[in-house]
């Protein structure tokens, strides 16, 4: 049951990491893009943003996901960054316990 509750906070600990990285890149992507008519791809090709000038004069933004691969492989190592993060500090607690048992008997 311990080992559950560890996963399901590793997967949400990962999307939270995950939609960190994402918005942060698509906000790098947007404010890179100083042409209009170009597109910016952010995130290793995942994002994008295409400024474009419309016939009244207004400027309409396209944005988008355009690979979902590189952002379901930053979730993915996350969450193996978790689990393998929480499986370290499990034995490294288990390990005290026994030190201090050690020393007490």
């Known amino acids: 049951m311990k ?3 560890r996963f399901i906070a590793g997967l949400t600990v990962s999307f939270v990491v995950t939609m960190i990285v994402v918005v942060t890149s698509f906000i790098t992507t947007m404010f890179s893009a100083s042409e209009i008519g170009v ?14 000038e419309q016939a009244d004069g207004a400027t309409a933004l396209e944005i988008g996901v355009s690979n979902g691969a590189p952002i379901a492989l930053v979730f993915a190592a996350c969450l193996v960054f978790y689990v393998a993060v929480a499986a ?4 490294l607690k288990l390990r005290k316990k026994r030190l201090l048992r050690a020393d007490q008997g």
């Open 39 to 52: 597109r910016k791809f952010g995130l290793f090709g995942a994002l994008f943003f295409e400024p474009h």
């Open 88 to 91: 370290v500090l499990e034995r």
């Open 3 to 5: 080992w559950l509750l």
